[in-house]
């Protein structure tokens, strides 16, 4: 009890100290997208810079019970509409018997996409990979090798050409944890391991600062102390902060706090603006923020998955509708949002 009185008295409080937010939806030019496979469940999305999309879902569900889908990848030209699928590789000489299991997609430090995939053929784990695709050459390539250690199976940033920020899943998303990845030596480091749980890393290379959601030290408790499920339920419930700090995980500080059911997060390609979903005073959407003006201005009414351009100056999203009867038969929708010149001025809430 003195722990939910902690939090709640937390929140209150912090509550109060939070900036304003605004809406500058009837500023954005929202231009609708075709998808692929409009039925189909979308996982996450990726812009790359010859003005196609990484596009990764669930094509099927095997058992009506249970969700069992296949993750498929395509690329999806926007100009022609045209789709690529993108095959997995082989393992050790032989096809993955049963599926890919693909837990994240990004825009390369190289422009390419990047790819964490597991084989759930292998009931250990593994293996368990990031791979790159070449746009160009279409091509596979692996950068690296988790070892089955499972660090690699959710959001990922590359601070330097080979040097990861990941994160890894424990107990999602209850006590995630933030490591720094070698691509060069293999070596992996936790970072900020006095915190509570930190996920969704997104590396600015202008102003050098990892954004990620966080939450310091639960007040009274640590993880391994959260006994009862009214504990835990507490932790899940409770707000995230948006935090940046350096690449190496130090000085970490709050830039805007208590954001509830986050999504995505990442900066834009130049450095100035992150964009970012999740409820702000009980407003739902995607939401851009300035670090040095910390007033959330609302694009999107509702928080699903986006990416920026490369040139950022426009953000895709896709709706990622979950799969159940009711929703099977409505399409997916996609849009293209064209952010107006004040945001680049700083002047739109002038």
Same mark, same amino acid.
């Given at each position: 009890?003195?722990?939910?009185?902690? =939090?709640?008295?937390?929140?209150?409080? @912090?509550?109060?100290?939070?900036?304003?937010?605004?809406? %500058?939806?009837?500023?954005?030019?929202?231009?609708?997208? &075709?998808?692929?496979?409009?039925?189909?469940?979308?996982?996450?999305?990726?812009?790359?810079?010859?003005?196609?999309?990484?596009?990764?879902? +669930?094509?099927? /569900?095997?058992?009506?019970?249970?969700?069992?889908?296949?993750?498929?990848?395509?690329?999806?030209?926007?100009?022609?509409?045209?789709?690529?699928?993108?095959?997995?590789?082989?393992?050790?000489?032989?096809?993955?018997?049963?599926?890919? !299991?693909?837990?994240?997609?990004?825009?390369?430090?190289?422009?390419? @996409? /990047? %790819?964490?995939?597991?084989?759930?053929?292998?009931?250990?784990?593994?293996?368990?990979?990031?791979?790159?695709?070449?746009?160009?050459?279409?091509?596979?390539?692996? !950068?690296?090798?988790?070892?089955?250690?499972?660090?690699?199976?959710?959001?990922?940033?590359?601070?330097?050409?080979?040097?990861?920020?990941?994160?890894?899943?424990?107990?999602? &998303?209850?006590?995630?944890?933030?490591?720094?990845?070698?691509?060069?030596?293999?070596?992996?480091?936790?970072?900020?391991?006095? +915190? !509570?749980?930190?996920?969704?890393?997104?590396?600015?290379?202008?102003?050098?600062?990892?954004?990620?959601?966080?939450?310091?030290? +639960?007040?009274?408790?640590?993880?391994?102390?959260?006994?009862?499920?009214? $504990?835990?339920?507490?932790?899940?419930?409770? &707000?995230?902060?948006?935090?940046?700090? $350096?690449?190496?995980?130090?000085?970490?500080?709050?830039?805007?706090?208590?954001?509830?059911? =986050?999504?995505?997060?990442?900066?834009? &390609?130049?450095?100035?603006?992150?964009? +970012?979903?999740?409820?702000?005073?009980?407003?739902?959407?995607?939401?851009? !923020?300035?670090?040095?003006?910390?007033?959330?201005?609302?694009?999107?009414?509702?928080?699903?998955?986006? $990416?920026?351009?490369?040139?950022?100056?426009?953000?895709? /999203?896709?709706?990622?509708?979950?799969?159940?009867?009711?929703?099977?038969?409505?399409? /997916?929708?996609?849009?293209?949002?064209?952010?107006?010149?004040? %945001?680049?001025?700083?002047?739109?809430?002038?």
């Amino acid at each position: 009890m003195k722990t939910k009185m902690l =939090v709640f008295f937390m929140v209150i409080f @912090l509550m109060g100290c939070t900036p304003k937010s605004s809406d %500058i939806q009837d500023l954005v030019t929202k231009r609708e997208v &075709p998808v692929p496979l409009p039925y189909a469940y979308y996982r996450d999305v990726a812009w790359l810079p010859d003005n196609s999309l990484g596009l990764m879902y +669930f094509l099927e /569900v095997s058992e009506p019970k249970y969700l069992s889908p296949d993750d498929v990848l395509s690329i999806f030209d926007l100009e022609s509409n045209k789709v690529t699928a993108v095959s997995m590789p082989k393992s050790d000489g032989t096809v993955c018997e049963r599926t890919w !299991l693909l837990g994240i997609i990004a825009r390369g430090y190289d422009g390419n @996409l /990047v %790819i964490v995939a597991e084989c759930s053929s292998d009931s250990s784990g593994g293996p368990n990979l990031l791979l790159k695709y070449d746009v160009q050459t279409r091509e596979l390539q692996q !950068l690296f090798d988790y070892n089955k250690q499972r660090v690699g199976l959710l959001h990922f940033t590359f601070v330097s050409e080979n040097e990861l920020v990941q994160e890894k899943p424990v107990g999602h &998303p209850m006590s995630n944890e933030l490591y720094k990845v070698s691509l060069t030596d293999g070596s992996i480091r936790r970072l900020l391991p006095n +915190f !509570l749980r930190a996920r969704w890393p997104t590396w600015s290379s202008q102003n050098k600062l990892v954004a990620f959601w966080g939450t310091a030290q +639960f007040p009274g408790k640590e993880p391994e102390g959260l006994y009862t499920f009214n $504990d835990i339920e507490t932790l899940v419930r409770a &707000p995230w902060d948006l935090y940046v700090m $350096d690449k190496d995980g130090n000085n970490p500080r709050i830039v805007f706090p208590l954001i509830s059911h =986050v999504g995505g997060l990442a900066w834009s &390609p130049n450095g100035d603006w992150l964009a +970012f979903g999740g409820t702000i005073d009980d407003v739902d959407g995607i939401w851009l !923020l300035n670090i040095n003006n910390p007033n959330p201005m609302g694009i999107f009414d509702h928080n699903n998955i986006f $990416d920026w351009s490369p040139d950022g100056k426009k953000i895709i /999203v896709v709706e990622n509708k979950e799969f159940d009867a009711k929703n099977n038969d409505v399409p /997916v929708k996609a849009y293209i949002l064209e952010l107006p010149e004040c %945001i680049f001025e700083n002047s739109c809430n002038k």
